[in-house]
């Protein structure tokens, strides 16, 4: 099965309008045996639920066709080895993706004229998320994950990942071609060692120099998060030398990702994100309070609510673990309060972020411990 990018499909995925049906799954998964061998009977499960809603809701669609990739995926067993702690998978006529989570997630199935996407706002607005970039002279690696989790993000279509790839021929066939043709005679000549030292170390500053282009295109402007370069001491000056990466971190990880099991990478990367997270938290907190003394900020859930449908909601702090079950009113903006027994029910937390986002604001799932409101959320308004 073909890997979808989060980082690169949000929130576009959210936005777009898709043909109805669409379909979305959600699953927790496992990394190990002997729960992992649970996970595909699950899924399959999961599937026939989904069948069910369909021939309910569409009774006049070709439903084989809808869920024949469903199916396939289910049939894929390279797939199946390499879980991570979640499944997203979101179909619609022409459209199928599937997401390997880092965090667990419910099990839920949802047949709508639109995408349910709200867990996958948990996860993508978390504050703690990080990418790093694993490089040396041959080749580059893309990594993302949090304080908890971490994982190697799988290639993008079209996009090489090799220095031989991306720079177009064979080294042997360019560095034999230099030879020939770029070596001085007489005194002062340059051996061929030499001459291939300096094909060589050309190359690297072009193959980084490419490097961080496609990292900042493909990696850096879709997720906005903090990037830190993991790669031996040597090659540190000459990539930075070259790099136009604003999400860049002055902080490096001196080896090679290759070196270390992914939980040392991520440990270490995590004790350089940490001073860094809790700033932009402490900032968030600062700015809310000040917002808060001039009437610009509130933690009034039906005043959030309310800002929020008029466009007026900049930055949305969420309480991480918290769920208000309720909906929003779309015409009034007025919560109507409700259990979460009731199928139907939204969480209104993730109703307010849904909304803050459509409309260009900022959301931000915050720690309990650092929220600086009890009502689960906080907002600072634009005007």
């Known amino acids: 099965a073909k890997m979808n990018s989060l980082a690169q499909d949000y929130p576009a995925i959210l936005f777009e309008d898709h043909e109805p049906p669409c379909l979305s799954l959600y699953q927790p998964t496992h990394r190990k045996p002997p729960a992992k061998a649970q996970d595909l009977i699950r899924f399959r499960n999961l599937v026939k639920k989904m069948e069910e809603s369909l021939r309910q809701k569409y009774p006049a669609r070709d439903i084989q066709a809808l869920l024949a990739p469903f199916e396939a995926l289910a049939e894929d067993r390279a797939f199946w080895n390499h879980t991570a702690d979640g499944l997203a998978v979101l179909a619609a006529p022409g459209v199928f993706r599937v997401y390997r989570l880092l965090r667990p997630v419910a099990e839920l199935v949802v047949v709508a004229d639109s995408f349910h996407t709200k867990p996958l706002m948990r996860i993508i607005q978390s504050a703690d998320r990080f990418q790093i970039l694993g490089l040396n002279r041959q080749a580059f690696k893309m990594f993302e994950g949090n304080r908890d989790a ?22 042997d066939v360019r560095e034999g071609s230099r030879r020939t043709y770029g070596a001085r005679t007489g005194p002062g000549a340059q051996h061929g060692t030499d001459v291939k030292q300096d094909a060589r170390d050309h190359d690297t500053a072009e193959f980084f120099r ?9 990696y850096s402007e879709p997720s906005g998060l903090p990037l830190i370069l993991a790669a031996l001491t040597e090659h540190h000056h000459s990539f930075r030398s070259r790099s136009r990466n604003p999400q860049l971190m002055a902080e490096s990880l001196d080896f090679d990702p290759d070196s270390v099991p992914l939980d040392v990478l991520r440990e270490r990367a995590w004790q350089l994100v940490l001073p860094h997270y809790l700033k932009r938290l402490g900032g968030f907190v600062d700015t809310f309070a000040a917002a808060h003394g001039s009437g610009l900020a509130s933690d009034d859930l039906n005043d959030i609510a309310t800002a929020a449908f008029a466009g007026r909601v900049a930055t949305l702090l969420i309480e991480a673990d918290r769920l208000i079950p309720g909906r929003i009113d779309p015409t009034s903006a007025a919560i109507m309060a409700d259990d979460l027994g009731n199928p139907d029910v939204d969480d209104v937390l993730d109703d307010l972020g849904e909304r803050v986002i459509k409309a260009g604001g900022e959301v931000v799932i915050v720690p309990a411990e650092r929220m600086p409101t009890g009502s689960g959320a906080a907002a600072i308004y634009r005007f």
């Not at 993000?153 to 720079?167: H, K, R, Y």
């Not at 490419?210 to 493909?218: K, T, W």
């Open 150 to 171: 971490l994982d190697e993000l799988p290639p993008i279509a079209g996009v090489a990942q090799t220095s031989a790839e991306q720079l177009g021929m064979d080294a």
């Open 210 to 218: 490419l490097v961080d282009q496609l990292v900042q295109r493909n």
